[in-house]
């Protein structure tokens, strides 16, 4: 069971939990003992989620439905915690997607809505949440990144590698800045992981015909974050194969790595 310092029961706000790996997430921290909040737009999945959750596990579940793509809304999610008087002690930044085909295949709108939702809301969360964190001398952050921000960005889904990456780097410093105040924070970055996200991409197709040695469950993913968050570590490869993936990009001369992923990328990649 979690607890915090002082033997209470820690509260997680976890965004894009009304599916996939932010869903099994909320499952998870609650079997773990903790409450939570959660965040998403699809507000009727999140309301049967924290249903669920308080039957089963006995946790305080609530709900804020939120749509991050909007320049406001994490200021607006912190604003509700403040006025139901919660206190923020997990933050899992999950929420993410992605946007098939090549840069210029969507209009500038998509790729705003993109940057807001991968990288300036899990950015302005931790800000506005971490200052309590580092008072209480207790937190833990998980930025959902991807072994995809580890290795050579591929041609299309032009902008999901480099969102990735700015989470690795993002969380690198962070954890280096806040772990002696209390404050945990872990870049997990999982490989290809069974979820809604292909379904959203219209990549499924192409994907379903990848090996199932490449797979991992939501389930495994989580369980493997959770535990790499406790002990302090910063950027965590879920899987044995995908951390052979990074360390094979690495010790590959950069021509020949984008190359590897050019030809490779056609096997996940949607193309317009």
């Known amino acids: 069971m979690m607890r915090t310092p002082d033997g209470g029961r820690p509260r997680a706000l976890v965004t894009g939990a009304s599916s996939g790996i932010g869903e099994e997430f909320a499952r ?3 079997a773990r003992g903790c409450d939570l909040v959660l965040t998403a737009r699809r507000e009727e999945r999140l309301r049967a989620l924290a249903g669920e959750l308080h039957a089963k596990q006995g946790v305080d579940a609530q709900v804020v439905a939120a749509d991050l793509s909007l320049a406001d809304a994490p200021q607006q999610i912190v604003k509700e915690l403040v006025r139901r008087g919660l206190h923020i002690d997990i933050l899992i930044n999950n929420a993410g997607y992605g946007v098939p085909g090549g840069f210029l295949d969507s209009d500038w709108q998509t790729h705003t809505d993109f940057i807001r939702v991968l990288m300036i809301a899990p950015t302005e969360l931790c800000h506005r949440l971490l200052p ?5 001398g207790y937190g833990l952050i ?3 990144a991807s072994l995809a921000g580890l ?7 032009t902008l999901y590698a480099a969102a990735k990456s700015y989470l690795v780097k993002f969380s690198e410093s962070l954890a280096l800045e806040n772990r002696k105040r209390g404050v945990n924070v872990c870049a997990l970055c999982p490989g290809f992981t069974y979820s809604e996200f292909h ?5 499924r197709e192409k994907v379903s015909k990848m090996p199932g040695w490449l797979w991992m469950r939501a389930d495994e993913v989580v369980h493997l974050g959770l535990d790499a968050v406790e002990r302090g570590r ?3 490869v879920t899987g044995r194969i995908n951390r052979m993936i990074k360390a094979l990009f690495k010790l590959l001369p950069d021509r020949l790595a984008l190359k590897v992923i050019e030809r490779r990328a056609r096997n996940f990649r949607v193309e317009k």
Not at 151 to 157: A, D, E, F, S
Not at 199 to 203: E, L, R, S
Request: charged share 10%; glycine share 16%; proline share 8%.
């Open 28 to 30: 998870q921290l609650a």
């Open 132 to 136: 309590a964190m580092r008072g209480r």
């Open 142 to 144: 998980v930025n959902v």
């Open 151 to 157: 290795v050579p960005g591929t041609p299309g889904h």
């Open 199 to 203: 379904d959203v991409t219209g990549a």
């Open 234 to 236: 910063i950027v965590y």
